[in-house]
């Protein structure tokens, strides 16, 4: 064949290829290597200036590392246990000091300890029925949310019943959803864009592993990762082991600030979404 054939007989595969994976458009934008677009249906417009949410993770009563968190002049999002009597209060606590407050929603992980879940997890063996009513009795706790994350969510997150159940009392009481992104086989950022619910999705994990430098490393990276794409969400702990997490932030973000990056919380981060 001639160069010009093999050109268009590849076009043309690739045009085919386009076409017939059209609606998984989505999956285009999901994370790798722990990167990716932080909206689930469209890429963030590089703009000025680079936008860095950071979202804090398992929060309780009294949970170690979160009275530093709390002391932290940025505007954070905070994704709180639901499943706990005293949801409601610190909830209350901690939008009264300007934070952006989320349920942090417990779902199935498979084989975990039960105690990792603090509470009553969303999972497979529920109804849709059931698990409607769990979210919505969270929120009823919890009227601060604005949106709500997975906490775990390995198994659960793959389950596009249960995704949906809890997506549709997202979708009622105008809360976005975050994806941790536990998984990469998660349905949540495809069901979501379906479903008309924002969403968005983490792009870095800032205390896998845990301590000070290792958490000033991965904001160095996400900072990176705002500059060159325009926006980026970071996830990051409290409880035992992760008090290096509150330190690292105390002593990065200023320094990121200073280089033009913009805090936000995910709501804003949406906000700037939709008027671009
Ligand atoms: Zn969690």
């Not at 703009?47 to 860095?52: E, K, S, V």
């Not at 989320?102 to 029925?129: C, F, K, N, T």
């Not at 086989?185 to 379906?194: K, S």
């Not at 702990?237 to 200023?254: N, S």
Request: aromatic fraction near 6%; charge should be negative.
């Amino acid at each position: 064949m001639q160069r010009a054939q093999v050109a268009w007989v590849l076009f043309m595969f690739v045009a085919v290829l386009l076409l017939r994976t059209g609606p998984a458009v989505v999956a285009a934008f999901a994370p790798q290597d722990g990167y990716g677009s932080v909206f689930c249906n469209a890429r963030p417009v590089p703009g000025q200036p680079p936008l860095l949410a950071i979202v804090i993770d398992d929060l309780t009563t009294g949970a170690p590392g979160l009275e530093e968190m709390l002391r932290l002049p940025y505007p954070l999002t905070f994704a709180i246990l639901p499943d706990r009597p005293d949801a409601g209060a610190l909830a209350r606590r901690i939008a009264a000091l300007g934070h952006e407050v989320i349920l942090h929603l417990p779902m199935d992980a498979g084989e975990v300890d039960p105690q990792w879940y603090v509470g009553r997890p969303i999972s497979s063996r529920q109804s849709d029925e059931e698990i409607q009513q769990l979210v919505s009795e969270w929120l009823a706790a919890v009227p601060e949310a604005r949106g709500m994350n997975n906490h775990m969510g390995t198994v659960a997150t793959q389950d596009e019943r249960v995704v949906r159940a809890v997506l549709e009392v997202a979708r009622r009481h105008g809360k976005y959803i975050l994806d941790s992104m536990t998984t990469e086989n998660t349905v949540v950022p495809r069901t979501a864009v379906e479903m008309g619910v924002p969403c968005m999705q983490r792009s870095l994990f800032l205390d896998h592993e845990n301590g000070e430098e290792v958490v000033a490393a991965q904001l160095y990276k996400l900072a990176e990762w705002a500059e060159t794409h325009g926006a980026a969400i970071g996830i990051g702990h409290v409880g035992v082991g992760r008090e290096g997490t509150a330190a690292a932030l105390a002593e990065v973000l200023p320094e990121l600030e200073a280089r033009g990056i913009r805090l936000v919380t995910l709501s804003q981060l949406l906000s700037y979404q939709q008027e671009n």
